[in-house]
């Protein structure tokens, strides 16, 4: 079902891993990648991001699409004995006049687009009032930088269930007449139409959501935006033997997943992950700064899911997604369970 919001959540899954693969005579191949800066164009293709600027007028399945089409007959130019991508998935559903920031993941990578419910993102809205102002409208906006409640509207491919979701930073930047510009960064999830309906209301005048642009979705924003058309060169001039401007536009897949803790694990812990197996204290190298889910903060017992971690070998190509369950420091025991095994 299409999704009808200006930003849903992106579509994840669970993945238990796969076999690895094995050559013509039978062998088994090694699951690992090559690191992320040593990967020839097919490899780059197969297994990665592309910040995309998406204009107003398609969707986002629609532009999603086009990126796995022209991929796929450059695949086919390049290594027409490889297999094509099958899909590409982004970071939450845009309307189609919302333009704006929408990291689009390719291939195999697809496995970790839930890493995009985990950071921020940032929109910037006019917002359209249907009367003059009040003279406390900065005041009544800046009500709203915080935990509110919200229910998803009835076009809309979730369940409509009364929801919370958190407004970091609200401000305004210009107000004329009976428009007034937004700068909003929030909780993935967040409907900025309906933040802008209860604006209005809380107004007293009313308001409706006019233009929408996302400018960042984390870890990406929109200085490094690069539109279809950049694509398109990339691809065809990496037919004809220069692939330099294709590796500003795609870039390694471990890129969206720079705000992710990281846990750095040995090549053959990775390889055991491959077919499935957990992260064993054992096979940990190095782990990011980070605690585990347990107590809050403050010393009480409020549950708190693990925290998402990202996996990779010394060499830094991604291995898995997963939640830090155990110590790190530990002789023995899980330390990571997976989510989605990325190799």
């Not at 910040?51 to 629609?62: L, M």
């Not at 809380?202 to 990406?220: I, K, N, S």
Request: glycine fraction near 8%; charge should be negative; hydrophobic fraction near 35%.
């Amino acid at each position: 079902m299409t999704r009808h919001s200006d930003d849903t959540d992106a579509n994840t899954g669970a993945d238990t891993g796969r076999d690895a693969d094995a050559d013509a005579d039978g062998d088994a191949v090694d699951p690992l990648r090559s690191p992320p800066d040593q990967r020839s164009v097919p490899e780059l293709l197969r297994f990665g991001v592309v910040n995309v600027d998406k204009p107003a007028g398609p969707s986002s399945h629609q532009l999603s699409a086009w990126v796995r089409d022209a991929i796929n007959e450059t695949l086919a130019t390049l290594d027409p004995d490889g297999s094509p991508i099958h899909g590409v998935a982004h970071a939450g559903t845009l309307d189609p006049k919302v333009t704006g920031c929408l990291p689009t993941l390719t291939g195999d990578a697809t496995r970790a687009a839930q890493v995009f419910l985990e950071g921020s993102k940032e929109y910037v809205s006019v917002l359209e009032l249907h009367g003059s102002p009040p003279a406390d409208f900065r005041d009544v906006v800046a009500e709203f930088e915080a935990e509110i409640y919200q229910k998803p509207p009835r076009k809309s491919a979730v369940t409509r269930r009364l929801r919370t979701r958190t407004i970091y930073d609200l401000d305004v930047l210009e107000v004329d007449d009976r428009q007034a510009l937004l700068r909003i960064r929030c909780e993935s999830g967040t409907y900025i139409r309906k933040l802008c309906h209860d604006i209005g209301l809380a107004t007293g005048v009313g308001a409706h959501m006019g233009h929408l642009r996302r400018t960042a979705t984390d870890p990406f924003d929109d200085r490094d935006l690069h539109p279809l058309q950049d694509l398109v060169d990339g691809l065809t001039w990496a037919e004809e033997g220069d692939d330099a401007f294709l590796r500003e536009v795609v870039r390694p897949a471990e890129d969206a997943l720079v705000h992710l803790p990281s846990v750095t694990i040995a090549p053959s812990a990775a390889r055991n992950v491959a077919t499935g197996a957990p992260v064993y204290a054992p096979g940990v190298i190095d782990v990011d700064s980070v605690s585990e889910g347990g107590e809050g903060d403050d010393g009480d017992d409020t549950d708190r899911d693990p925290p998402l971690v990202a996996c990779h070998t010394p060499d830094g190509a991604a291995v898995c997604l997963g939640r830090l369950v155990g110590d790190p420091d530990a002789e023995s025991g899980v330390v990571v369970s997976l989510e989605r095994v990325l190799v």
